[in-house]
């Protein structure tokens, strides 16, 4: 049983915005805790994404956004790109159980 | 730039022990939590539990707590996660990644990815 929750899978057209959505609960991003993205392309390590519920790293892209509310999280992609299609995460600390970091079951982004 | 190398792929059997390294550089060592990640075949990221290079104190996700120890190396500023009682279901790439201490970011710096398969 995963402790945030994510949809397995969404596409969309080159040029469109998608959304992801991260849904926690009280002991995570209800608490307060920060919410960060991380992208995972085929073959290769996760990339931290969005730190802190809504800022970029250097060097990623303003078409990468991120927003938290209550006990959810969301990413969004505006102007899609072939080159976004990964496996995105979000992840969260857990006060429950003597404290964790959680990821969420992951969702494909597919670039039709 | 921060940068993690891992140590090479492993191929063990059913209740043995596997140790995979994590050799930092271009950041201070000492600075930053290290992280463990997993990646099983099919299944998405799963956090195991963090080493702090400073201290030498750790916290294992409970799912792992008797089969996991996490150590380091200051000397050499290499992470170390030994994983035991392995069984088929630990098939998985295991990533170390680290975040800066005291910060709000998440994990800035990731290895490349070490494969463990467990076969008999």
């Known amino acids: 049983q995963l402790v945030l929750t994510q949809p397995p899978s969404v596409s969309g057209a080159p040029g469109q915005r998608v959304t992801i959505s991260c849904t926690g609960s009280?002991?995570?991003?209800?608490?307060?805790?920060?919410v960060h993205w991380y992208q995972q392309l085929p073959g290769t390590a996760p990339k931290l994404l969005i730190y802190g519920n809504n800022n970029r790293p250097s060097g990623v892209p303003d078409r990468f956004s991120g927003s938290k509310s209550g006990t959810s999280a969301s990413l969004a992609i505006t102007g899609l790109q072939a080159e976004d299609e990964a496996d995105y995460y979000c992840?969260?600390?857990?006060?429950?159980?003597?404290?964790?970091?959680?990821f969420g079951g992951g969702t494909k982004l597919t670039v039709l | 730039q921060g940068q993690l190398v891992q140590s090479g792929a492993e191929v063990k059997k059913p209740g043995a022990s596997v140790k995979v390294s994590c050799e930092a550089s271009g950041y201070t060592f000492t600075g930053y939590y290290m992280h463990w990640v997993r990646r099983a075949p099919g299944q998405g990221l799963e956090w195991m539990g963090w080493i702090n290079p400073n201290s030498g104190d750790t916290n294992y996700a409970q799912k792992f707590q008797v089969r996991v120890t996490m150590t380091r190396d200051t000397s050499v500023s290499t992470v170390y996660m030994e994983l035991s009682s392995l069984r088929s279901d630990d098939t998985a790439v295991y990533y170390c990644?680290?975040?800066?201490?005291?910060?709000?970011?998440?994990?800035?710096?990731w290895g490349q990815g070490t494969l463990v398969t467990v076969s008999s």
């Open positions: 990644a680290s975040k800066k201490s005291g910060s709000g970011r998440g994990l800035d710096y």
């Open positions: 009280s002991s995570n991003i209800g608490a307060g805790y920060d």
């Open positions: 992840q969260a600390y857990d006060n429950y159980l003597s404290g964790s970091w959680v």
